[in-house]
């Protein structure tokens, strides 16, 4: 079964650091381009961050250029999403997802949630 | 940078047509993906490059694309498709990814 589970979202104060990752399974992790998709609560979907097969191309949405960091461990088939200097607007679902078939989000995870608050 | 703009909502009844519109500066020269959402679930790819369905994606789902407008049209319409929809292109002049506002689906 094709699957990505995220994990390491939670509460954390704004100016503090967060980790989040995503395991992958059922297809071959290393031949595809991964993405970061976030959800504001009660917002529409922002893409945040992708990264190409082999990581050696990053892009990002320019509200998180110098604060985000996007990486991947093939070996391990899992996608990182290194999170620093937290903002309240950083407060949201954030998705796993691959990119499979054309440019399109085909496969994506469960989310985890990332609260930003004093 | 690249916007797309879709209507906050659409209202329709069962067994009829819903066509949700994304609007963006020539679309039609971009390739378009819509992706169904419904409460507290991730969001779910329904069609993709336009026109093409995922398998498992119901042949109700169609999309077409040209000039300045791009829709969704969900035929047939049933209460399990009530929803949010996305549009999504891939802006090749910044290299990012773009979303539509999103549109709700009501099913009266």
């Known amino acids: 079964e094709v699957q990505l589970v995220e994990s390491g979202g939670g509460l954390v104060q704004p100016g503090g650091s967060l980790r989040l990752s995503c395991a992958a399974s059922?297809?071959?992790?290393?031949?595809?381009?991964m993405s970061w998709v976030r959800q504001a609560p009660g917002k529409g979907l922002e893409w945040v961050a992708n990264i190409k097969q082999d990581g050696s191309e990053k892009y990002y949405v320019d509200s998180v250029k110098g604060r985000f960091t996007i990486s991947r461990d093939n070996a391990k088939n899992s996608l990182y999403l290194q999170m620093n200097s937290l903002r309240a607007e950083d407060t949201a679902v954030y998705y796993c997802?691959?990119?499979?078939?054309?440019?399109?989000?085909?496969?994506w995870g469960q989310g985890t949630m990332v609260t930003v608050s004093s | 940078s690249y916007v797309l703009t879709q209507p906050p909502s659409v209202s329709v009844a069962p067994g009829q047509t819903a066509r949700i519109t994304c609007g963006g500066n020539?679309?039609?020269?971009?390739?378009v993906h819509w992706y169904q959402q419904k409460p507290g679930q991730a969001p779910v790819l329904v069609v993709y490059d336009d026109s093409d369905r995922p398998s498992g994606i119901p042949e109700r789902f169609s999309g077409s694309n040209s000039g300045n407008t791009a829709t969704l049209t969900i035929s047939r319409v049933e209460a399990g498709d009530e929803a949010d929809y996305y549009c999504?292109?891939?802006?090749?002049?910044?290299?990012?990814?773009?979303f539509g506002t999103g549109t709700k689906v009501t099913v009266l």
């Open positions: 020539n679309i039609g020269s971009k390739s």
């Open positions: 059922g297809f071959t992790f290393s031949s595809y381009w």
């Open positions: 997802a691959s990119l499979i078939v054309s440019d399109a989000f085909d496969i």
């Open positions: 999504q292109v891939w802006d090749s002049s910044s290299d990012h990814y773009v």
